[in-house]
């Protein structure tokens, strides 16, 4: 599912876990550059964006997100994180010129990013979900 993410910002690695109410994903902006954005929304914080910190893959393309005014994004990390059926944390590295596809909801002056993910069997969670990765050649 990711839970957590490594990636680097001004050559100082950072690892940064969902449940922290201040993570941010590194989106990559078209001229190379990167913009740090709140992942998702957890149940203490205010607001009306979806609760959580993914989007089924599905659901978006059935249309339920449409109403966030979805846009698709490249989130540059290195790795990301997942609890394995024993709930143990594993890592996976993304090889170079892949990403993560997340999508950026905005609602009023609220914006969020949160993590695509799609049925995968290389899965580790119970839920089977695992984050969508792209190649940098995917259109956003």
Known sequence: MCGGVRFHVDGDELKVYFPNPKAVLPVRQK?????????????SQPG??????????DSIRA???????P??????VQA??????????QWYDLKDGEFIQGL???LGNERRLYVVT????QSTHKSQRWPRVISDTHVS
């Open 31 to 43: 001229d190379g550059s990167h913009l740090l954005v709140p992942w998702g929304r957890r149940e």
């Open 48 to 57: 009306f964006m979806p609760r959580g910190g993914w989007a089924r893959l």
């Open 63 to 69: 249309g339920k997100w449409s109403q966030y005014t």
């Open 71 to 76: 846009i698709p994004v490249k989130i540059d």
């Open 80 to 89: 990301f994180m997942e609890k394995d059926m024993n709930n143990e944390s």
């Open 104 to 106: 950026i909801a905005t």
């Open 118 to 121: 799609e049925l995968n069997e």
